[in-house]
């Protein structure tokens, strides 16, 4: 287990590697200029060059994304003089005349645009985009997985065929356009009735100007980012039922008069957990990543809006930030589904 853990970190960090220069190599190749951008057309050309200078614009892009890695590594090198090992923190493991080895955590640097860290931007909606993406994949996971049984009990018949046309249909809409149906006929048009707002984030201010909580805003972006999950965990949880519900042991148990509720307490239910474990947490990483159309249409504060404007700004460290530390979480979820596997069946052997 430690080995294939060791394994799957090692592969995890050169994926991130990979995905680091990939996508810094295409922001940094573009044809447009930060510097511009962060102070205007108006700004001397001497202003400029400094300010390029300063964000290390005017070096090649190889050079670019090689600072870039510099500064994400635990283990980095600054000039001794340079203002950077102020801002890195971390503890010098050698002070050098010209240069110095630091041990620190990794620094996402500055945003272009409102000159504050990125990590802090980061750390400040994230807790939004996970309670998005958790509200979602549990409303879709505890319909899925009841629709599905309903259904592979019904099998063949009406209640079967209407779930799975429904699951069908469902799937087959994307989630930007459940939620501007959404927000639309529940925020606006029945917002007498449903209470509900057509925008608003988690957290929100008072007329007193203090932060409050608002769970209802959480309600439409909910729904609308897990209407395609729950098509999938239905239909996956219907064949797996029918394929649990085959096996010899379960057709013996039958055959011996123990009733289906005890069938699924004690046989059925576990044994049908693996594909739906697979498809819950791929699609749980998938929400908190790709809840970008979502949150901009409900105008929800968290991880996607984030993104959004970070790129329409072009703020190549905050857009960095995001999506590196949506890579780890991938990467993470990918190596806890692989635990969770285990658990589940002992059979699987990890070497």
């Known amino acids: 287990m430690l080995q294939f853990i060791s ?9 991130l590697v990979f995905i680091v220069v990939l996508i810094s190599t295409i922001i940094y190749m573009g044809p447009v200029d930060p510097a511009t951008l962060s102070f205007g057309q108006q700004m001397s050309s ?15 892009v190889s050079s670019q994304i090689l600072y870039y890695l510099n500064d994400l590594s635990p283990l980095s090198i600054y000039l001794s003089n340079s203002i950077k090992l102020e801002r890195v923190g971390g503890v ?32 400040r909606v994230m807790p939004n985009t996970f309670i998005l993406a958790l509200s979602a994949i549990l409303i879709a996971t505890i319909l ?30 994307p989630s930007y356009v459940s939620a501007i149906i959404l927000s639309l006929l529940f925020g606006f048009y029945w917002k007498s009735w449903t ?34 999950p729950i098509s999938v965990i239905t ?66 504060n968290g991880m996607g809006l984030l993104t959004v404007n970070a790129l329409l700004n072009y703020d190549t460290p905050l857009l960095l930030g995001c999506i590196i530390v949506i890579a780890i979480l991938f990467i993470g979820l990918n190596l806890l589904i692989d635990l969770i596997y285990a658990y589940l069946d002992p059979k699987v052997n990890f070497k």
């Open 195 to 228: 209470g509900l707002n057509m925008q608003g984030s988690l957290l929100t201010l008072n007329d007193l100007g203090d932060e409050i909580i608002q769970w209802k805003n959480l309600i439409l972006p909910a729904i609308a980012l897990g209407v395609r």
């Open 46 to 60: 001497n202003a400029l060059a400094l300010k390029q200078k300063e964000l290390s614009l005017d070096q090649p």
């Open 235 to 300: 239909q996956i949880s219907r064949n797996a039922m029918l394929n649990v519900k085959a096996k010899p042991y379960i057709l013996t148990a039958k055959a011996k008069g123990v009733s289906i509720i005890q069938l699924i307490r004690n046989h059925i239910f576990k044994n049908m957990l693996n594909p739906i474990v697979t498809t819950v947490s791929g699609w749980f990483a998938s929400l908190l990543a790709g809840a970008f159309f979502v949150e901009s249409i409900f105008n929800y």
């Open 7 to 15: 394994q799957r970190f090692v592969s995890g960090v050169l994926s």
């Open 92 to 123: 010098k493991l050698i002070d050098g005349e010209e240069k110095s080895l630091l041990l620190k955590a990794p620094h996402f640097r500055e945003s272009y645009q409102t000159g504050e860290r990125v990590w802090t931007m980061i750390k």
């Open 144 to 173: 899925g997985i009841g629709l599905g049984m309903i259904a592979a009990l019904n099998k063949d018949n009406l209640i079967d065929g209407l779930i799975v046309a429904i699951s069908t249909l469902g799937y087959s809409v």
